[in-house]
C-alpha cells in the first residue's frame, strides 16, 4: 500500500513538468539573411563587453577582498596602534619639556588610534543583456522564434 501512494505522489508531482526550448527559423530572403549576421556580429561584441567587464568586476573584487581580509588582520591594526601609543608617549614626553601634562595631552588630542572600518566587498556582474536585443534584432529581420515545450520525462 505504501508503494502505491508513493508511486501516485511522484506520478502527482512529475505531471506537467516540462521546459521550454526555442527553435529559431531564418528568414528566407537574402536581406532577411544578411539582417541576422549583423544581429549575431552585434551579439557576440555584446557578449565580449560584458565577458570583458566581468574579468574587470572579478579583478576589482579580488583586489578589494584582498584588502578587506589585511584590514581585518588584527595583527596589522594592533601593530599600527602599537606604533600610534610609542608616537603618543614620544610626543608627551617631547612637550612636556616645555609644558604641563594637562596641556600636552590636550595638544595630543588631534592623534588617534587607528579604528578601520573593515567593509566586506560586494562582488558585482555585468548586466548586459545581449539575448533579448538579439532575439528583437532576429524577429526585425524577418526571423521567427517558436517556443517549443518538451517534457521532462
Request: aromatic share 16%; proline share 2%; hydrophobic share 20%.
Amino acid at each position: 500500500m505504501k508503494h502505491i501512494i508513493f508511486y501516485i505522489y511522484i506520478t502527482f508531482i512529475f505531471t506537467g513538468c516540462t521546459y521550454t526550448s526555442y527553435q529559431y527559423v531564418d528568414p528566407i530572403t537574402y536581406n532577411g539573411k544578411q539582417c541576422i549576421e549583423e544581429c549575431q556580429n552585434t551579439k557576440y561584441t555584446c557578449q565580449d563587453i560584458k565577458n570583458r567587464e566581468n574579468r574587470y568586476y572579478e579583478k576589482k573584487y579580488q583586489k578589494n577582498m584582498e584588502l578587506y581580509t589585511n584590514c581585518i588582520d588584527s595583527k596589522n591594526i594592533n601593530h599600527q596602534n602599537k606604533r600610534y601609543e610609542k608616537k603618543k608617549r614620544k610626543y608627551i614626553k617631547q612637550c612636556m619639556r616645555h609644558n604641563s601634562i594637562k596641556n600636552c595631552k590636550k595638544q595630543y588630542g588631534s592623534f588617534h588610534p587607528i579604528k578601520r572600518k573593515c567593509d566586506r566587498p560586494t562582488k558585482y556582474y555585468s548586466n548586459k543583456e545581449c539575448s533579448s536585443h538579439y532575439n528583437s534584432c532576429f524577429r526585425g529581420c524577418g526571423g521567427e522564434i517558436i517556443a517549443v515545450e518538451k517534457d521532462l520525462f
